[in-house]
């Protein structure tokens, strides 16, 4: 009976003390998420009270938008080459920080300085100004005899020159690298030094499977946040030029707040949100081939 | 009872967090001042002329405090519906005229200035105010200044091209003088337009071809594809003659064209602008460096498609608690000789015939904010059918254009597109 009550007092002390978020939760995420589902099978602009459509939001989506189709495309276009890059530099960066040399924590410090203000606007304006065509980047590969190149005008090169900024942000992502790398037992590496492997031998067989549970978890967190983007090319090049970066985020922010369709724009983003969670559970799945946990 | 003090404990110190982050927004209610927000869009000059006649309405109405919301023009259309959704929209607002009929559709969101003896609307032309401020007979707005829109040329860049300055600027003339510019350096252009000025230009060709460009009543298009082949063909030679930048270049600052840094080191020849744009256009270069013309229209056009209107309007949120106060401070704004020479022409030639009288007595009517509304007002064309604002109306004409600029579409083929696109959305609209 004591314990019993024991366990009882516990979880109502927890509950105060987790109320301030379970608040925060209810009316700053849970609400709006039930909100939206209601949304996005009405027709709704705001002013007036939302008026129910049934699934015509869904369907107008998929048979007569073809910024949809445009945008779901340079979204998936936008996640594989910003991921994989993002991940690769952060990576290679932690790797050649993970050394005890004098004034390292200093340029930890600078390599993850982008991270902090990477996302502002202040930045996305920044970038355009550094790759128009007279801007510092262009003049740079001057001096080695490039002709000058459209980064941001030219529809088939803005995308990557906009995932650029999302891939200068590796901080965080190279942080969590770092924190893995010095988890590695030095042990193994000497082990393998012993039986003769060289460095490229030790980093593929030894590094890389003890690093998997960082590689998985930045993985999953970085493609959700690049599924969602918005801020970067919206300021940058509003989804231009002729919507070579119009991404999904950019197309339900103009739905929403531009032409005043909230109902459309909540079905938008209800099938983002699906798409985000069937993207989690395959990488999830996935992680079982090829993720090593030491438990 | 260790159980019991440790959850009062817990729960003081959650209602403490409560209070702390709920605290703030009280000094009103304890010190009883009245507090109005007014919010508007602009550049520097906008704002501190502003924010100087708000000064002087404070001085002397001690007990009203003014809070300025401003920002510049990118977001502020979004940011203010969504406030007015939210209920969260300030007391006095600026706004364009063309956002009042969808806006005053959306519900009883504004007050109806007429209604108001309070202020004192006898300065400003019934016409004007019936044909762009009001709704269904409502006076919603009160027109700030009188906008319209115009060519402005830079001289230096038609002097070094051999250009006169006297020449008349039609849309042959522009063509053959623009590549004389381009031929003397191959960084300048005769104008500095990308895919919006493009699309504001394009629209006006057809319209003078045509007549009319959408019939919003109907959901009509009003030209052919023809006319419509036409209008592309010429701002063919636009691109093809160099006048223009390609848009690989000028699309990032598409929008805000004098943010080009080839306009701030004067490598193009003019631009299209806003009366209320002209000291963002001169950037505090002397007047006498700039030559203000028409924007071209065709011979024998029945509307050139000039846009003559109010330069933005004040509104009052109907929703306000402190309605009167608002309307007080908006009859001071516009009436009071103070406040119409601490604003003087940073919104346009006042609309008010008092604020031009006032402005004209005291030599600070801005002679080069003057002679464009002059010369915009010369070439004015008919109102626009509110459809045509219209953002999704908008953004195909825009779409289009940077398709053809690219040269993914023919002249006639984007003739095609447009009307189609046009046809399919104002059906569904």
Same mark, same amino acid.
């Given at each position: 009976?004591?314990?019993?009550?024991?366990?009882?007092?516990?979880?109502?002390?927890?509950?105060?003390?987790?109320?301030?978020?379970?608040?925060?939760?209810?009316?700053?995420?849970?609400?709006?998420?039930?909100?939206?589902?209601?949304?996005?099978?009405?027709?709704?602009?705001?002013?007036?009270?939302?008026?129910?459509?049934?699934?015509?939001?869904?369907?107008?989506?998929?048979?007569?938008?073809?910024?949809?189709?445009?945008?779901?495309?340079?979204?998936?276009?936008?996640?594989?080459?910003?991921?994989?890059?993002?991940?690769?530099?952060?990576?290679?960066?932690?790797?050649?920080?993970?050394?005890?040399?004098?004034?390292?924590?200093?340029?930890?410090?600078?390599?993850?300085?982008?991270?902090?203000?990477?996302?502002?606007?202040?930045?996305?304006?920044?970038?355009?100004?550094?790759?128009?065509?007279?801007?510092?980047?262009?003049?740079?590969?001057?001096?080695?005899?490039?002709?000058?190149?459209?980064?941001?005008?030219?529809?088939?090169?803005?995308?990557?020159?906009?995932?650029?900024?999302?891939?200068?942000?590796?901080?965080?992502?190279?942080?969590?690298?770092?924190?893995?790398?010095?988890?590695?037992?030095?042990?193994?590496?000497?082990?393998?030094?012993?039986?003769?492997?060289?460095?490229?031998?030790?980093?593929?067989?030894?590094?890389?499977?003890?690093?998997?549970?960082?590689?998985?978890?930045?993985?999953?967190?970085?493609?959700?946040?690049?599924?969602?983007?918005?801020?970067?090319?919206?300021?940058?090049?509003?989804?231009?030029?002729?919507?070579?970066?119009?991404?999904?985020?950019?197309?339900?922010?103009?739905?929403?707040?531009?032409?005043?369709?909230?109902?459309?724009?909540?079905?938008?983003?209800?099938?983002?949100?699906?798409?985000?969670?069937?993207?989690?559970?395959?990488?999830?799945?996935?992680?079982?081939?090829?993720?090593?946990?030491?438990? | 009872?260790?159980?019991?003090?440790?959850?009062?404990?817990?729960?003081?110190?959650?209602?403490?967090?409560?209070?702390?982050?709920?605290?703030?927004?009280?000094?009103?209610?304890?010190?009883?001042?009245?507090?109005l927000r007014f919010s508007w869009w602009g550049?520097?000059?906008?704002?501190?002329?502003t924010?100087?006649?708000?000064?002087?309405?404070?001085?002397?109405?001690?007990?009203?405090?003014i809070e300025a919301e401003y920002s510049?023009?990118?977001?502020y259309y979004q940011k203010l519906v969504t406030q007015i959704a939210?209920g969260t929209a300030p007391d006095i607002m600026q706004m364009s005229s063309?956002w009042l009929?969808?806006i005053s !559709?959306?519900? %009883?969101l504004l007050v109806?200035l007429?209604?108001? /003896?309070?202020? @004192?609307?006898?300065?400003?032309? #019934?016409? &004007?105010?019936?044909?762009?401020c009001?709704?269904?007979?409502?006076?919603l707005g009160v027109?700030t200044?009188?906008?319209?829109?115009?060519?402005?040329?830079?001289?230096?860049?038609?002097?070094?091209?051999?250009?006169?300055?006297?020449?008349?600027?039609?849309?042959?003339?522009?063509?053959?003088?623009?590549?004389?510019?381009?031929?003397?350096?191959?960084?300048?252009?005769?104008?500095?337009?990308?895919?919006?000025?493009?699309?504001?230009?394009?629209?006006?060709?057809?319209?003078?071809?045509?007549? !009319?460009?959408? %019939?919003?009543?109907?959901?009509?298009?009003?030209? /052919?594809?023809? @006319?419509?082949?036409?209008?592309? #063909?010429? &701002?063919?030679?636009?691109?093809?003659?160099?006048?223009?930048?390609?848009?690989?270049?000028?699309?990032?600052?598409?929008?805000?064209?004098?943010?080009?840094?080839?306009?701030?080191?004067?490598?193009?020849?003019?631009?299209?602008?806003?009366?209320?744009?002209?000291?963002?256009?001169?950037?505090?270069?002397?007047?006498?460096?700039?030559?203000?013309?028409?924007?071209?229209?065709?011979?024998?056009?029945?509307?050139?498609?000039?846009?003559?209107?109010?330069?933005q309007v004040i509104v009052v949120n109907s929703k306000s608690?402190n309605i009167?106060?608002a309307i007080?401070f908006v009859?001071?704004f516009?009436?009071?000789?103070?406040?119409?020479?601490?604003?003087?022409?940073?919104r346009?030639?006042?609309?008010?015939?008092?604020?031009?009288?006032?402005?004209?007595?005291?030599?600070?009517?801005?002679?080069?904010?003057?002679?464009?509304?002059?010369?915009?007002?010369?070439?004015?064309?008919?109102?626009?059918?509110?459809?045509?604002?219209?953002?999704?109306?908008?953004?195909?004409?825009?779409?289009?254009?940077?398709?053809?600029?690219?040269?993914?579409?023919?002249?006639?083929?984007?003739?095609?597109?447009?009307?189609?696109?046009?046809?399919?959305?104002?059906?569904?609209?």
């Amino acid at each position: 009976m004591k314990n019993i009550m024991k366990i009882h007092d516990f979880d109502k002390a927890g509950l105060i003390y987790i109320s301030p978020w379970i608040i925060g939760f209810l009316l700053l995420q849970l609400y709006p998420l039930l909100a939206t589902f209601f949304y996005s099978f009405t027709d709704f602009n705001l002013f007036t009270n939302p008026k129910m459509v049934g699934l015509n939001n869904f369907k107008k989506i998929f048979t007569q938008d073809p910024d949809f189709w445009n945008s779901m495309m340079v979204t998936f276009k936008y996640v594989l080459l910003a991921v994989p890059l993002k991940l690769t530099f952060a990576l290679l960066i932690a790797i050649i920080l993970n050394t005890k040399t004098k004034g390292i924590n200093f340029f930890r410090t600078i390599f993850y300085f982008p991270s902090i203000i990477g996302g502002s606007v202040a930045i996305s304006i920044l970038w355009r100004f550094l790759f128009m065509r007279k801007g510092i980047i262009n003049n740079v590969l001057a001096i080695i005899n490039i002709p000058p190149t459209d980064w941001l005008g030219d529809p088939k090169i803005a995308l990557f020159t906009v995932s650029l900024l999302s891939v200068w942000q590796f901080g965080s992502s190279m942080v969590l690298f770092l924190a893995g790398l010095k988890q590695i037992p030095s042990t193994l590496i000497e082990a393998s030094r012993i039986d003769g492997a060289g460095s490229f031998r030790i980093f593929f067989s030894v590094t890389i499977p003890m690093i998997t549970p960082i590689i998985f978890f930045n993985l999953v967190m970085q493609t959700i946040n690049a599924f969602q983007n918005f801020t970067g090319a919206f300021v940058i090049t509003q989804g231009g030029p002729m919507k070579a970066t119009y991404l999904y985020g950019i197309m339900l922010y103009n739905q929403g707040f531009q032409n005043f369709k909230m109902g459309y724009a909540s079905a938008l983003s209800w099938i983002l949100f699906l798409i985000i969670l069937t993207f989690t559970l395959i990488l999830f799945r996935s992680s079982e081939s090829w993720v090593h946990y030491d438990d | 009872m260790l159980g019991r003090k440790k959850y009062l404990i817990l729960l003081v110190i959650f209602l403490m967090c409560a209070a702390f982050s709920f605290a703030g927004g009280q000094k009103d209610q304890a010190s009883q001042k009245t507090t109005l927000r007014f919010s508007w869009w602009g550049g520097e000059d906008r704002h501190n002329g502003t924010l100087a006649a708000i000064d002087l309405y404070e001085k002397t109405h001690p007990g009203i405090t003014i809070e300025a919301e401003y920002s510049g023009w990118d977001g502020y259309y979004q940011k203010l519906v969504t406030q007015i959704a939210g209920g969260t929209a300030p007391d006095i607002m600026q706004m364009s005229s063309e956002w009042l009929e969808d806006i005053s !559709g959306k519900g %009883d969101l504004l007050v109806n200035l007429g209604d108001r /003896s309070d202020l @004192d609307l006898s300065g400003f032309d #019934e016409k &004007f105010i019936s044909t762009y401020c009001s709704i269904d007979g409502n006076i919603l707005g009160v027109p700030t200044g009188i906008g319209g829109e115009l060519l402005i040329f830079y001289k230096p860049v038609l002097k070094s091209a051999g250009i006169p300055l006297d020449t008349e600027f039609t849309w042959e003339s522009i063509v053959d003088l623009g590549a004389k510019v381009h031929n003397q350096s191959s960084d300048r252009y005769m104008i500095n337009a990308s895919t919006s000025d493009l699309a504001y230009l394009l629209q006006k060709y057809i319209i003078q071809l045509s007549g !009319g460009y959408i %019939d919003g009543k109907n959901k009509k298009v009003l030209f /052919s594809v023809n @006319d419509a082949t036409k209008a592309f #063909e010429y &701002f063919q030679t636009w691109f093809d003659n160099n006048i223009v930048q390609p848009l690989a270049v000028s699309t990032l600052f598409d929008g805000d064209p004098v943010e080009n840094p080839d306009w701030i080191n004067g490598n193009f020849g003019g631009l299209r602008e806003w009366t209320s744009g002209i000291n963002k256009v001169a950037n505090g270069r002397p007047a006498d460096d700039f030559i203000l013309a028409s924007i071209p229209v065709l011979d024998g056009a029945e509307d050139s498609g000039i846009k003559v209107y109010p330069s933005q309007v004040i509104v009052v949120n109907s929703k306000s608690n402190n309605i009167d106060a608002a309307i007080d401070f908006v009859n001071y704004f516009f009436n009071d000789e103070d406040a119409i020479i601490a604003t003087q022409t940073i919104r346009g030639v006042p609309a008010s015939s008092i604020a031009r009288n006032i402005l004209k007595e005291n030599g600070l009517l801005d002679p080069m904010v003057e002679k464009a509304t002059s010369v915009s007002m010369a070439s004015m064309g008919k109102p626009f059918c509110s459809l045509q604002n219209n953002s999704e109306i908008k953004s195909i004409l825009k779409d289009v254009i940077e398709e053809f600029g690219y040269g993914k579409l023919t002249a006639k083929k984007a003739a095609e597109t447009l009307i189609l696109r046009l046809e399919s959305k104002l059906s569904e609209l």
